[in-house]
């Protein structure tokens, strides 16, 4: 039994991070068609059909360019600033279920690596840790852009964990678990037992927390590439910076399971239908981060911390104390 | 429900007093600020006055708070002083913050918020309970020390205070570890209860942490191992605040200090007297030596104020020994030292109000025929914290070294007669310079202000205090002084 | 056995971040290894079986302390040849070394004599509803009071910070 728990454990570790990794890389293609489309462009159309071998490409380029480490730069933290990004994004999928659970050939398989019972906060806390990845790379590397790209991102990440916690909080207070399992088991009955329908400021607050967290646009401020060439990654080159970006995009997938799977919930019953619909769902929020960075501009640092603090955090707050108060009377 | 409100109505009044300021802070001109703060702290100083003597020892919301919140004479009476001090920094120092630029309206809610921690201080049966309070006082501190933050000295103070503070502030907390450890409890009570049934091993990790929690307290005192912040920082801090600080917030330290020697490890202070006694004695020295040398008066009252910890640290140690006076005499000198140096820093706030230079001897020489009044109440300050027969200061030393005498610490009451004797020639000086000099400059008129009058009424009290008797009705002399005292101490030992 | 290797391995994670805290004179390399040692840390709340803690000290210190003196550090961006010079450092954290030994030596002994029964922890240790318990219920005062100390700190903290002209800087 202990063996083939740990069998099938490893197995699914393989399988999300192969998984993820190849969305990661379809992911890339996904933007450059959905903005080409949206811009009127046609995007990547050369290597193979429709541009799909594009993917490949980038893949062989990344691979094979060289490996610079700059002079100045700090080694060690910078050689292992990307592994901490890309490795604490996986990291954080082990508490999400990516489907539910299925019998297949007379073995019942969860599709969670760990039902942890706080998998919430387990999640948060593995992301706050991957924080760590572009501060740390850009404080090593010794580049004035790398520097300023590390200034927002202490910023920012600390601000928006306060939003994404507090959000989070009065969601949880009617749940009354950790568990993403249990979030989904209390959201089993339909559409209308939904958590968005009770919480819809927590889960807007959550999903504009989101696109600070995952550093995407309109908070692009990390890497912005117009202001400061690319941020925490101008100084990286090959398969470095490809870690910083798979990691950034597994998180935009993971991210996007955890809102369905949070407010709108998740895969249902367990039954197919469901399960396709958490991935339809899932789509949706992937599509959603594409779109914004079409239609929408970049917005300013400030303007981000005062959005924060002085717009986010206080409805969070509020949020929280009405539910308090609802659910006491 | 009311009547346990009614218990933490004082400590209430003082925090939300805070909040009100905080929300006022910018509509208000100062001296509105100023008034409010006052009223608030008048408001719990009454309370608390009404209260005194009559209340039994007990426990604010026990189903609650457990006994984590302790109301008995002892803290009431050491509330008294630390609302009676801040009232005395605030309305003394009117025209002083008008005076700078600086000040603005927070500097009233972090008051307040330091009195709150003090309250909190002395009522706290608990240790993580006691750690917080202290926090809350310091960090406030901390921020009052730099409130001229555009000045080097300033900021140079307060940074220097609040990296040693914190760290030394780490070691209560690693003491509370240590002693849950042995226990399985942070409460006093049970720590005492522990403490009391003899079983030699293991009150070894209590006693380590009991030093621990001393390193913090003996830190915050300015005793002298730790001392080397003291005069810095009292000379960088705004002079009210420095006031406050050596009035106020010194007192608070010894509220938990005696708590603990006298609840916690009272079976065991006759292992850290001796501890107590050698840091009693470089405190002595060593505090002498800062005060001689120094030349601006502020420094030198800051000296001297390491030199007034070490006289209550001899009656400190002597609570180990056996004498019964021990405690009731710290009690009596802290209000001795508290009127005395709230006085003195007092006189040089409202002096330093016109002028933004240094003090020094040198700027006090003809005083008196400039301010005769103000004069002859430095004097007066000067007289008592030296320890002259008829002030309060008097008194308050004859009890510490008869306390010592009567435990058999006669070397120790030896050395603070020896000190006090060195004490009279930096208070002394003072007083030479103020008396025997020409004065350097025109005569002026001497305005009335409130601010003189206060100073005024401390000096009166300083000289009852240390003459009176209860002749007259609601203001206690000395007898009535050391009643008190007995009464607070009394009320501690109830308990057990 | 396993948790003796895990608690020695964490130990020494431990004890290594926090020497390097204090021994690196590059702040940077101070910080990371600050973050080492708190991450010990959280690992030696999860050997405790107190994953509540564990990732609480994870998302406090790890995630907000660590990385706002990480933005201190950027901030300020000191330069090598700009921190103060301290020739005789180590020799300074030998001395104090031997000096705090002997206190050490004394908290080893005292801990040894310490019994050797165990403390049973009860039904749900660990959970969250057995953290929200002990922290709203048996420690509500000093929990609340930690209220007043943070806004404390906060004001005094902006109070210094806060630019505004000044006359006579």
Redesign the interface.
């Given at each position: 039994m202990e063996v083939a728990y740990i069998i099938e454990t490893l197995i699914k570790i393989v399988v999300i991070l192969l998984v993820f990794s190849a969305l990661a890389g379809f992911g890339t293609y996904f933007e450059r068609k959905i903005l080409a489309f949206m811009q009127r462009r046609l995007g990547p159309m050369h290597v193979g059909p429709f541009g799909l071998l594009q993917i490949a490409a980038d893949g062989i380029k990344l691979f094979t360019k060289e490996d610079i480490v700059p002079t100045n730069a700090v080694g060690p933290i910078f050689k292992i600033a990307p592994v901490i990004t890309a490795a604490t994004a996986f990291m954080a999928a082990a508490a999400i279920p990516f489907l539910p659970q299925f019998t297949i050939f007379g073995y019942t398989v969860h599709p969670i690596v760990a039902d942890v019972n706080i998998g919430i906060l387990y999640i948060l806390g593995v992301m706050a840790v991957g924080f760590y990845g572009p501060l740390l790379g850009s404080l090593a590397s010794s580049n004035k852009f790398a520097l300023i790209s590390a200034a927002r991102a202490a910023s920012v990440f600390i601000s928006y964990e306060v939003v994404t916690g507090l959000s989070l909080l009065a969601p949880l207070m009617m749940v009354g678990s950790f568990s993403l399992i249990d979030f989904n088991n209390y959201q089993a009955g339909g559409i209308g037992d939904w958590i968005i329908w009770s919480q819809p400021v927590a889960f807007v607050l959550f999903w504009i927390a989101a696109f600070a967290e995952t550093g995407r646009t309109p908070f692009h401020l990390v890497a912005n590439d117009h202001e400061i060439i690319d941020g925490f990654g101008t100084e990286y080159s090959g398969m470095r910076w490809g870690l910083f970006f798979i990691g950034e995009y597994a998180n935009m997938f993971f991210i996007s399971f955890v809102i369905v799977l949070l407010f709108l919930g998740g895969f249902g019953d367990g039954s197919v239908l469901g399960a396709l619909g958490f991935l339809l769902k899932m789509s949706f929020f992937f599509f959603f981060f594409l779109w914004t960075r079409a239609a929408w501009p970049d917005i300013r640092p400030d303007q981000l911390m005062w959005l924060c603090w002085k717009v986010l955090m206080p409805l969070a707050v509020i949020n929280v104390v009405v539910t308090g108060f609802v659910m006491m009377f | 429900m009311f009547e346990q409100l009614f218990l933490i109505l004082p400590m209430a009044i003082v925090?939300m007093g805070a909040f009100v300021l905080?929300l006022l802070s910018k509509t208000f001109s100062l001296d509105k600020l100023n008034l409010v703060a006052v009223f608030f702290l008048s408001l719990s100083f009454i309370i608390e006055i009404l209260r005194f003597g009559t209340t039994t020892v007990c426990y604010s919301f026990p189903e609650?708070?457990?006994k984590?919140?302790i109301i008995d004479d002892f803290s009431i009476l050491f509330d008294l002083m630390f609302t009676a001090g801040a009232i005395l920094t605030l309305l003394i120092n009117t025209a002083y913050f008008k005076s700078r630029?600086?000040y603005?309206g927070?500097?009233f809610?972090?008051i307040l918020?330091?009195v709150?921690?003090m309250m909190?201080l002395a009522h706290s049966n608990?240790l993580?309970?006691a750690f917080?309070?202290l926090?809350?006082a310091s960090?406030?501190v901390?921020?009052?020390v730099?409130?001229h933050?555009?000045n080097k000295v300033s900021s140079e103070a307060?940074m220097k205070y609040m990296i040693l503070g914190s760290m030394t502030g780490a070691f209560f907390i690693l003491g509370t570890a240590?002693i849950y450890?042995?226990v399985?409890s942070t409460n006093l009570e049970d720590i005492a209860a522990y403490v009391n049934v003899p079983a030699e091993?293991?009150l070894?990790?209590v006693l380590?942490g009991g030093i621990f929690i001393m390193v913090t307290i003996l830190f915050k005192m300015g005793a002298v191992p730790f001392h080397s912040w003291v005069v810095d920082v009292y000379q960088g801090a705004p002079f009210p605040v420095t006031m406050f600080m050596a009035s106020t917030f010194k007192i608070a330290l010894f509220a938990i200090a005696l708590r603990l020697s006298l609840i916690d490890f009272a079976s065991l202070n006759i292992v850290w007297s001796e501890i107590l006694q050698v840091i009693t004695v470089l405190t002595l020295i060593g505090g002498s030596f800062l005060a001689i040398t120094q030349k601006s008066i502020k420094r030198m009252l800051a000296g001297s104020s390491v030199v007034h910890s070490g006289y209550m640290l001899i009656a400190y140690s002597s609570i180990g020994l056996g004498s019964d006076m021990a405690a009731p005499a710290i009690m009596f000198y802290l209000i001795s030292y508290f009127l005395s140096a709230a006085g003195a820093f007092g006189i040089l706030s409202f002096i330093a109000t016109g002028s933004?230079k240094m003090m020094t001897y040198e700027d006090f020489k003809g005083f008196s025929e400039r301010r005769p009044y103000l004069s002859a109440m430095m004097a007066i300050f000067m007289l008592s914290l030296s320890g002259f027969p008829s002030t309060i200061g008097f008194l308050g030393k004859f009890y510490i070294f008869t306390s010592a005498i009567e435990s058999g610490q006669i070397l120790l009451a030896g050395l603070g007669i020896v000190t006090a004797f060195i004490s009279v020639y930096y208070y002394f000086k003072l007083i030479a310079m103020m008396y025997f000099y020409p004065s350097t400059d025109q005569q002026k008129k001497f305005p009335f202000d409130f601010s003189g009058l206060l100073i005024g009424v401390m000096a009166m009290m300083v000289i009852w205090g240390g003459v009176g008797t209860s002749l007259i009705p609601f203001i206690p002399g000395a007898n009535g002084l050391i009643d008190i005292a007995k009464q607070a101490i009394d009320s501690l030992q109830n308990v057990l | 056995m396993l948790e003796n290797s895990i608690f020695v391995l964490l130990a020494l994670f431990l004890l290594l971040g926090s020497a390097g805290m204090v021994g690196f004179k590059q702040t940077l390399f101070s910080a990371i290894s600050f973050m080492m040692a708190m991450l010990a840390l959280a690992g030696m709340f999860a050997l405790l079986d107190n994953s509540f803690l564990f990732l609480a000290q994870i998302m406090v210190s790890v995630g907000a302390v660590v990385v706002l003196s990480l933005l201190v550090i950027v901030s300020v961006n000191v330069k090598e040849e700009n921190l103060p010079k301290e020739p005789a450092k180590f020799r300074w954290m030998l001395f104090a070394v031997v000096l705090v030994a002997p206190?050490a030596i004394?908290?080893y002994?005292?801990?040894t004599?310490?019994?050797h029964t165990w403390?049973k922890t009860g039904e749900g240790y660990g959970s969250l509803k057995m953290m929200g318990m002990t922290l709203f219920k048996?420690?509500?005062?000093?929990f609340e009071?930690?209220s007043?100390?943070l806004?404390?700190?906060m004001?005094?903290?902006?109070?210094?910070a806060r630019k505004?002209p000044?006359?006579?800087?």
């Open positions: - | 925090v905080l609650i708070f457990g984590m919140y630029n600086y603005n927070e500097y809610a972090l918020f330091s709150f921690g909190i608990e993580v309970t917080i309070a926090e809350i960090l406030s901390f921020a009052l730099g409130y933050k555009y307060m240590f450890g042995a399985g091993k293991d070894v990790l380590i933004k | 206190l004394v908290i002994k005292a801990l004599y310490m019994p403390a048996d420690w509500v005062l000093p009071i930690v007043v100390l806004l404390a700190a004001v005094g903290a902006i109070v210094i505004e000044s006359n006579d800087a």
